[in-house]
């Protein structure tokens, strides 16, 4: 059972799918994103504040302004997707469980993750930079 009304989280949802994101919504459906060649760019969602004035905006920028560029782009909902958040997280190495997150992973294999420090009090120029430069030294 998810934690908010669906209505309450679709423009959440929607500001991440108008970019290209893909909405991963069980287990099977992380497995099979995350073990696919190539790179990925996966944000765990987020009902908080920072995840609203930061994460989202400063990912959206980042690959707007910066054209940081993935092979594909997914997302799960934290308090949502419980499954399939569980599963993401299952590929981030044992670190903390926050949210938001947002990871750059290259054949399945995590290279960078940005956590919910990473965001809070930040504004989407200070995270888009910071993705940047992760995707530089990540994919270099």
Known sequence: MSNYPEEMVAPMRQELTQVGFRQLMNAAQVDEALQRPGTTLLLVNSVCGCAAAGARPGVVAAL???GLRFDQ???VFAGMEKEATAQARDYFEG???TS?????????QLLHLM???D?????PE???LTL???????LA
Do not use: C, N
Not at 100 to 108: C, H
Not at 132 to 138: H, S
């Open 126 to 128: 200070e995270i888009a």
């Open 73 to 75: 782009l997914v997302t």
């Open 115 to 117: 956590q919910r420090s």
């Open 100 to 108: 938001p997150q947002a990871a750059i992973l290259k054949d399945g």
């Open 64 to 66: 707007r302004a910066m």
């Open 95 to 97: 670190a903390q469980p």
């Open 119 to 123: 965001f809070l009090g930040h504004s």
């Open 132 to 138: 940047g430069k992760a995707y530089e030294r990540a």
